[in-house]
């Protein structure tokens, strides 16, 4: 069994989705810590249905917030058996945490998991700025490995399938969204203002309320039982 085989067994074993992309030519999206890898291996786990169609309530917002930190947590722990499994075999490699905001006041984590999953063709950056799955939609969570370990895979980004599609902008309760489609060449700040985001979450969390939000999780249209 190669290496490539153990991995492809864990992940099909304890996730729903994963997918593998090379990132040399992606080294300007890293923070100075992570550069240096060649491949990445991207892994997600999808958040019940039954939380994400139920999360408009106070129970509900509780609910999502359980069931976000646990599959975080669970993503985390198959991150770091795939580091170890890489290492043992003489190689390097370098979990990425599921959600970890660097703390820099700029609003980002460490790695962007999304454009990950995007090159892999697992899936499309959204106009609600989240990986957006033919499967299963938006309602999965995410977590990267890095690795010098050829995993001889070619990328293949998905092409946004929103077009017209506005529910997620006209849904969210910040305004964050800018009705933008998808392009590496932008800045986030194009689509998405992430500082409208976090304040809400201030006020969410003034009200001892979850700092989660999740409605453009929920309305999307895509991975919606019905579809």
């Known amino acids: 069994m190669t290496l490539k085989d153990k991995i492809d067994n864990i992940c099909i074993n304890m996730t729903t989705l994963h997918g593998y992309a090379s990132i040399e030519d992606y080294q300007q999206y890293m923070i100075d810590e992570l550069k240096g890898y060649s491949h990445a291996i991207v892994v997600g786990i999808k958040i019940p249905d039954n939380i994400i169609d139920n ?4 129970q509900g917002e509780l609910d999502y917030q359980d069931s976000y ?14 580091e170890n499994l890489i290492k043992n075999e003489g190689y390097s490699a370098k979990s990425v945490k599921a959600s970890y905001i660097i703390p820099d006041g700029k609003l980002y984590g460490e790695l962007s998991h999304k454009m990950i999953a ?3 063709g697992l899936g499309w950056i959204g106009k609600s ?3 957006i799955t033919p ?6 969570r995410w977590a990267t490995l890095l690795t010098d370990y050829d995993l001889k ?4 980004p998905v092409k946004s399938q929103c077009n017209n599609c506005r529910l997620c902008v006209e849904k969210c309760p910040s305004q964050a969204l800018n009705d933008v489609e998808f392009r590496p060449e932008d800045s986030r700040s194009v689509r998405y203002d992430a500082y409208k985001c976090s304040e809400y979450f201030d006020k969410l969390e003034k009200m001892n309320r979850p700092r989660l939000c999740g409605l453009c999780v929920k309305v999307c249209p895509w991975g919606k039982k019905s579809n």
């Open 135 to 140: 499967e299963y939609g938006p309602r999965l």
């Open 153 to 156: 895979t070619e990328n293949n």
């Open 118 to 120: 995007n090159l892999a």
């Open 129 to 131: 700025c989240l990986l």
């Open 55 to 58: 999360l408009e309530s106070a």
């Open 69 to 82: 930190n646990r599959i975080n947590t669970k993503l985390n722990q198959i991150t770091s058996e795939l």
